[in-house]
């Protein structure tokens, strides 16, 4: 069973550009969760997704920041006109269940970094 | 809002040394989770307790609930340096299902 899939593991944007993050989760998984870690820093929650739905985007500036989790692929989040301070590293984490006694499974991130 | 703090930030042991990081959340949690973070790689679920007062062991980790489940803590007896990482506190806000992590006790084991 393979693991939380995310692509690009890592991405370089320049100022003012678009950054697209694709978060595959678990097989039979259909929660998916957003966190932003800057480093040497704690995880932030950003969003928490089902299929077709946002469930809970408290943790999402409310400009430039949209995620997505389509009936089919993955979950995209997606950052546009980045700035130097978008650069951090992005974790999905996926779930069997909305139920929080779940664990999470964590996907390799991706380190994003705004020049 | 609520909040989930972990002391010490930083811990810098000798190999063979114990180990303990607490956390502490200023609302009642229904449950806590424990995450080790590897330097560069990502959050891997440790364990999960739910009970008040439950202690669970995991050969040298030892994670305890809090009566009042509010805070719990994770203790490393004798540790390696395979213990190195950030280890994370978790829990549920209340009413949502969104978790907030702590802010996590970075461990360096000296050998």
């Known amino acids: 069973n393979a693991g939380v899939m995310q692509n690009p593991r890592h991405l370089v944007r320049r100022r003012g550009q678009e950054a697209r993050l694709r978060c595959s989760p678990m097989?039979?998984?259909?929660?998916v969760y957003w966190y932003r870690q800057l480093p040497e820093e704690g995880l932030k929650f950003m969003v928490y997704?089902?299929?077709?739905?946002?469930?809970?985007e408290s943790g999402m500036p409310k400009e430039r920041f949209s995620a997505e989790f389509p009936k089919e692929g993955p979950s995209i989040l997606r950052i546009q006109q980045v700035v130097r301070g978008d650069s951090a590293a992005y974790f999905c984490?996926?779930?069997?269940?909305?139920?929080?006694?779940?664990?999470?499974?964590f996907g390799p991130g991706t380190r994003l970094t705004v020049t | 809002g609520q909040q989930v703090m972990q002391i010490p930030q930083y811990q810098h042991v000798q190999e063979g040394e114990d180990f303990t990081t607490y956390c502490n959340s200023s609302?009642?949690?229904?449950?806590i989770q424990w995450y080790k973070q590897r330097p560069g790689g990502h959050p891997v679920f440790l364990i999960q307790?739910?009970?008040?007062?439950e202690v669970k062991k995991q050969k040298r980790l030892t994670f305890q609930f809090g009566e009042a489940k509010k805070n719990s803590s994770l203790h490393i007896t004798a540790t390696q340096t395979t213990d190195v990482g950030t280890y994370f506190c978790?829990?549920?806000?209340?009413?949502?299902?969104?978790?907030?992590f702590g802010t996590g006790t970075r461990l360096k084991v000296l050998a």
């Open positions: 984490a996926s779930s069997p269940a909305r139920d929080p006694s779940y664990e999470q499974y």
């Open positions: 097989k039979g998984h259909s929660h």
């Open positions: 997704l089902q299929k077709e739905n946002i469930i809970d």
């Open positions: 609302t009642t949690l229904s449950n």
């Open positions: 307790l739910v009970k008040s007062g």
């Open positions: 978790a829990g549920p806000t209340s009413g949502t299902y969104k978790y907030i």
